[in-house]
């Protein structure tokens, strides 16, 4: 069960979600818990899963429009573009709530 996100979340854990999952490309069952964690504010970031320039992409302009329209435009740039900046400099990441 997806319950088991918010005990890592509160230990700690950085969350990431897939954009497939999200936008629902990879079943109904992985785009509904993966929307259940946005609507709980417990993703730190999403990524790609990038596999090719054409399975997978790693373009991200439906998904940030997806995230803006359902959730916000501030937890889509958290998600996007802040957290995933601060990983990469080992930072203190920001969370939706």
């Not at 918010?6 to 854990?13: I, K, L, M, V």
């Not at 997978?56 to 573009?81: C, F, K, N, V």
């Given at each position: ?59 991200m ?15 889509a ?20 709530d």
């Amino acid at each position: 069960t997806p319950y088991i996100i918010e005990r890592w979340f509160a230990g700690g854990y950085i969350i990431q979600v897939n954009k497939g999952s999200i936008l629902g490309r990879l079943g109904r069952r992985a785009a509904a818990t993966a929307n259940w964690i946005l609507a709980r504010g417990l993703a730190h970031a999403v990524a790609s899963d990038a596999h090719s320039s054409v399975v997978r992409t790693p373009r991200m302009g439906q998904l940030r429009d997806h995230l803006a329209t359902h959730y916000s435009p501030d937890y889509a740039h958290i998600l996007l573009e802040h957290n995933p900046l601060c990983i990469l400099k080992n930072e203190p990441v920001l969370s939706a709530d």
